[in-house]
């Protein structure tokens, strides 16, 4: 999780500079921009780039800021109009800025709720003592770590990629493809009793249960293996 969090942050701080960048260069340019000419619609840029960062403040914040740099630039930019007219526009403006920035809140926390019950979902995979695997066009996406421990993986780059159909028994594997088709379409299936191979070869007993997920907007399985103890 360290390197996950490490790289995340890192995208964090480069948008933060490109706003950063943006907000400088605009203000840079509005301030030497008669009244007249609306420099100051590309403030939209920097407002849009809040919707990359996870802090539900970031868009009040921002408008704030260009907020402030708006009253600036409207008393140091070449008057070429009425000067209650700029007053009005760069109010409007501020207006329809508050707007903007109200509706990438709210989108905002929506995607903050998703973030959670992503990271709530992932822990109890990780910690779930059965084997989960995400499986989509024939290619393993996702393994937890008792994937791992099951199939004697040494790391889960020995199973991403991989057809799942492959890591059953030879003699099981026409049922299990039929099986992975009707869950696609929507059917619940789960079988007593069939066995899977191991990356070392051993045949191993299992119960297994697909399902139908949306994984990336597309259809998945969703695969849970236990393992059958010896008796």
Not at 21 to 35: K, M, R
Not at 146 to 156: D, H, I, N, P, V
Not at 170 to 175: I, W
Not at 177 to 198: H, P
Request: glycine residues 6%; positive net charge.
């Amino acid at each position: 999780m360290a390197p996950e969090f490490s790289g995340r942050k890192r995208t964090v701080l480069e948008i933060v500079a490109y706003i950063i960048v943006f907000l400088l260069v605009i203000f840079y340019i509005d301030a030497g921009t008669p009244l007249g000419l609306m420099v100051w619609i590309l403030y939209f840029i920097p407002l849009f780039l809040t919707l990359y960062i996870r802090w539900k403040f970031a868009p009040f914040v921002t408008t704030g800021i260009i907020m402030i740099l708006i009253a600036a630039t409207y008393f140091i930019s070449p008057r070429d109009m009425s000067a209650f007219f700029a007053l009005m526009n760069r109010i409007f403006f501020s207006l329809m800025l508050l707007a903007v920035a109200t509706f990438i809140w709210i989108y905002n926390r929506n995607m903050e709720d998703l973030w959670i019950a992503e990271e709530r979902y992932r822990f109890m995979t990780e910690c779930s003592s059965d084997s989960i695997i995400v499986y989509k066009k024939g290619k393993i996406l996702y393994v937890n770590r008792s994937s791992q421990r099951l199939f004697g993986a040494k790391t889960e780059k020995d199973l991403i990629g991989k057809d799942i159909i492959g890591l059953f028994d030879p003699a099981e594997q026409q049922g299990i493809r039929d099986k992975i088709n009707q869950s696609l379409m929507g059917v619940r299936t789960v079988l007593d009793k069939v066995r899977i191979v191991r990356l070392d070869g051993v045949s191993v007993s299992v119960h297994v249960s697909f399902g139908k997920v949306i994984w990336d907007g597309e259809a998945a399985l969703l695969t849970s293996i236990h393992e059958i103890e010896a008796v």
